[in-house]
């Protein structure tokens, strides 16, 4: 009996322990709760209608949150698709600007081709002066040489350019004619002359005798009759010019006078130049 009786106790005091054991250490350490979701802990319905109506609930919230994830992915592609055009625009933006800085940059430091007036320009530019009134008479084809080149050393040049000169006419002379090809010939040795007999010499004599000579070469590249520019520009064609004094290095050989007027209106009419005697 007493051994009896001390087991049924020991199995009563157990029961409690475990009955009580659960609200006591709720007092002490509360545990932390899982939520619930839908019905309880286990992951299958209780019943069947409750199984069947938790499926179409489910089915039904997935296709809604499909839909939803589709307009959010869509909205990135759009905002993608923007932010690509936006660079595309800014690549042109930034091209074209570059290019036109580049533009600006050369048209203000570049090397720039010269225009076609720029070239006529300097090519007029370039040309020799033609001679003067005072140092040839067109309508009888008369020199007026520089003292220098009136030196006996020059004699047979001197002379044989002074018989082209008076037999000048339209159809014998002109650029790349024979006369115009003896002319420069003798031209050219007067020169090479000149240029020996640079120590004989000033420097002012040896300039005026050279470009006597290159006006000389030049006259003869053009056909009888052609005007002078600066004559012909003149706003008053008709009014006769002023005579203007020959200095003394020009004075003629054969002390024939000077004819400054009448040089002048004889280039106002180039027909009247063009009939030059004939040898």
């Keep these: 009996m007493g051994s009896s009786s001390l ?4 199995f009563l005091l157990t029961g409690m ?17 899982a939520p619930i979701n839908n019905w ?18 489910s089915v039904i919230q997935a296709s809604g949150q499909a839909n939803y994830s589709n307009s959010l992915a869509a909205v990135n592609f759009q905002e993608a698709y923007r932010r690509q055009l936006e660079n595309s625009r800014l690549y042109v933006q930034v091209f074209l600007e570059r290019r036109e800085m580049v533009r600006q940059y050369l048209d203000r430091y570049g090397d720039h081709p010269p225009t076609r007036e720029t070239l006529d320009r300097v090519a007029k530019a370039a040309l020799p002066d033609r001679l003067s009134a005072d140092e040839y008479d067109p309508a009888t084809g008369t020199l007026v040489w520089p003292h220098i080149l009136r030196d006996v050393a020059y004699d047979p040049f001197r002379k044989r350019i002074d018989e082209l000169m008076t037999s000048r006419s339209p159809e014998n002379s002109g650029d790349g004619s024979p006369w115009q090809r003896e002319l420069r010939q003798l031209v050219d040795a007067m020169q090479r002359l000149l240029r020996q007999n640079i120590d004989t010499v000033t420097a002012q004599q040896y300039a005026r005798a050279k470009w006597f000579l290159i006006s000389l070469n030049y006259e003869g590249m053009l056909p009888p009759g052609t005007p002078n520019t600066v004559a012909v520009a ?3 064609p008709e009014a006769p010019a002023p005579a203007v ?3 003394p290095v020009a004075t003629p050989v054969s002390d024939e006078p000077q004819r400054s007027t009448n040089v002048v209106e004889v280039s106002t009419q180039p027909p009247e130049v063009g009939r030059a005697p004939q040898p």
């Design 7 to 10: 087991k049924l106790s020991a």
């Design 17 to 33: 322990a475990l009955v009580l054991a659960p609200e006591v250490l709720a007092q002490q350490n509360p545990i932390a709760v």
């Design 40 to 57: 309880n802990y286990q992951h299958h319905a209780s019943t069947f209608e409750q199984g069947y109506f938790q499926g179409a609930a």
């Design 234 to 236: 003149s706003d008053a």
């Design 245 to 247: 004094p020959a200095p």
